[in-house]
């Protein structure tokens, strides 16, 4: 992300019991974990691999691939067909 010019250090994981009771979109990872249920009105799971212990190069697609499709959810939603 520093690549990016974008500072994340502050940023941490977070635990289930500390996100808000009500959510109105939920994204997952996928990351070959089974994800806990939470409520919401919309879901997606985005199906990404985990680059955690490998070359640099698969946190940068990584990265890239959530950079997409973070775009794409933007412009669903701003077309009502969320």
Same mark, same amino acid.
Not at 10 to 28: A, F, M, N, R
């Given at each position: 992300?520093?690549?990016? *010019?974008? *500072?994340?250090? @502050?940023? /941490?994981?977070?635990? !289930?019991?500390?996100?808000?009771?009500?959510?109105?979109? !939920?994204?997952?990872?996928?990351? *070959?974990?089974?994800?806990? /249920?939470?409520?919401?009105?919309?879901?997606?799971?985005?199906? !990404?691999?985990?680059?955690?212990?490998?070359?640099?190069?698969?946190?940068?697609?990584?990265?890239?691939?959530?950079?997409? @499709?973070?775009?794409?959810?933007?412009?669903?939603? @701003? *077309?009502?067909? !969320?």
């Amino acid at each position: 992300m520093e690549e990016m *010019n974008i *500072n994340i250090s @502050k940023h /941490y994981p977070k635990l !289930l019991t500390g996100i808000p009771e009500e959510i109105d979109i !939920l994204v997952t990872m996928g990351c *070959n974990v089974v994800c806990p /249920y939470v409520p919401c009105e919309h879901s997606e799971d985005w199906g !990404l691999e985990d680059p955690s212990g490998g070359p640099i190069e698969g946190f940068r697609e990584t990265r890239d691939i959530v950079k997409k @499709k973070v775009e794409e959810l933007i412009q669903r939603v @701003k *077309n009502g067909e !969320l």
